[in-house]
């Protein structure tokens, strides 16, 4: 049985659209004759058959959003945790999504299941949905038969990993807001009103302040030649964007990032929290530690600090324990790595990579605020400041307005 998205007729003639099971194509139209429905079109929502997708077929494949997912894990492993069968549970996780395309998904994960494939397998099918992490988290708890609870940790995780990220978002939204608004009005004073307003002194035989006079070459570049900058600006940041297309020139520009010194320190706080997050769950799971590292290499959005972690399952490969390994790559934090080697002495690793996960998203939020709580003043003293030079260049010269007119 598969699961099918259809467009049919109601008997009101109104168009209705949907996903619903059924053993072929002829067997829904059936189904939807049943129902008083007549189908206009109905297609498989499968594309592939054994998990053998073309790239392009992945690449257009339904996607899950983190919130999505989370919410999806928690249905998904509640149910199980109750004592329903997998196959009926996705089937009800199905029925109470909202959105046609979350459906159709697992209603293709549960075809694969009642095919008698696994959940991992049925789950690499949507790659773009389920990451190497998720799947090798589900494939170890359904080897050591405890896929319950390691779905309701993966739902933790995935709840977690969103809310961080909101947090992120909401943080940086009033900065940016704060930043465009001050460099709008800064811009339309220097091109639409310091012209206008500086244009009659501009006909005096006498000299103007130089603050007036530096203000004025400053404006009529911007008339002038403001909009080969802006366009100029653009095409640099296109030319930097495709120049760090490929892999290696991609690597070096990471590695400047995790030398800039604010921005480091963020870098290396997100990518530790999560890479400490996903193998504390990985571990905690049954997954093997080389397995896990090899994994959590794909966390990072730093590919230095996805490179520093594909090192350390190598060193720990050629018989290194992960403390060590964590302390030669020089780039996590030493809190990280003590309680790394805090864990691998009391066997407990699992626990002490999900304390350090938490103690990471702790300080990574508090840096972050307080950069936050630094920044909104200064930006409003920044503005203030470039607003009261531009109305100082206007009135100078109109304090020396009775010298000006003959």
């Known amino acids: 049985m598969g699961a099918y998205n259809y467009r049919a007729l109601n008997s009101d003639s109104a168009l209705v659209k949907g996903v619903i099971e059924g053993d072929s194509e002829r067997q829904v139209r059936s189904s939807l004759r049943a129902q008083s429905l007549k189908p206009l079109r109905v297609e498989a929502a499968a594309s592939g058959q054994g ?25 998904l492993a509640t149910l199980v945790q109750s004592g329903l069968p997998l196959a009926d549970a996705l089937q009800s996780t199905a029925r109470q999504a909202r959105k046609p395309r979350v459906k159709s ?11 008698g494939h696994t959940l991992a397998y049925a789950l690499g099918e949507m790659p773009r949905s389920f990451n190497d992490m998720f799947r090798a988290t589900v494939r170890a708890g359904e080897r050591a038969g405890y896929l319950a609870p390691v779905l309701l940790r993966l739902a933790d995780y995935t709840e977690s990993s969103q809310h961080a ?25 220097m091109t639409f009103v310091m012209p206008k307003l500086v244009g009659i002194f501009q006909r005096s035989d006498r000299i103007l302040p130089d603050l007036t006079r530096y203000l004025i070459a400053i404006s009529d570049f911007l008339v002038n030649y403001g909009m080969v900058c802006l366009l100029g600006i653009i095409a640099l940041l296109a030319l930097g964007k495709l120049w760090v297309r490929r892999p290696d020139r991609t690597l070096l520009w990471h590695r400047f990032l995790l030398r800039v010194p604010v921005w480091s320190r963020w870098q290396s706080a997100l990518d530790s929290t999560r890479l400490s997050a996903t193998l504390s ?15 959590a290499a794909l966390v990072p959005s730093n590919l230095a600090m996805g490179a520093a972690c594909q090192g350390l399952a190598d ?11 964590m302390e030669h790559a020089d780039v996590f934090p ?15 690793l699992d626990e002490m990579l999900e304390r350090a996960a938490d103690n990471q998203e702790r300080e990574l939020e508090l840096a972050l605020n307080t950069t936050m709580s630094l920044l909104e003043p200064l930006m409003v003293v920044l503005m203030g400041g470039a607003v009261m030079i531009i109305v100082l260049a206007v009135l100078l010269p109109i304090f020396d307005l009775n010298s000006l007119v003959r």
């Open 334 to 348: 030493p809190m990280l790595v003590q309680m790394v080697a805090s864990g691998e002495a009391g066997g407990n």
């Open 281 to 295: 769950i990985l571990v905690a799971s049954g997954v093997p530690l080389l397995e896990s590292l090899r994994i």
């Open 165 to 189: 990220q909101q947090k992120l978002r909401m943080a940086m939204i009033y900065p940016l807001v704060l930043v465009g608004v001050a460099a709008t009005v800064i811009i339309a004073l």
């Open 105 to 115: 998904l697992l209603l293709q994960v549960r075809a694969r299941v009642l095919e």
């Open 315 to 325: 060193s720990v490969s050629e018989g290194s324990s992960l403390s060590r390994a």
């Open 51 to 75: 998990g053998q997708r073309k790239p392009w077929e992945n690449w257009f494949s339904t996607r899950l959003g983190r919130g999505e997912l989370a919410l999806v894990t928690r249905q």
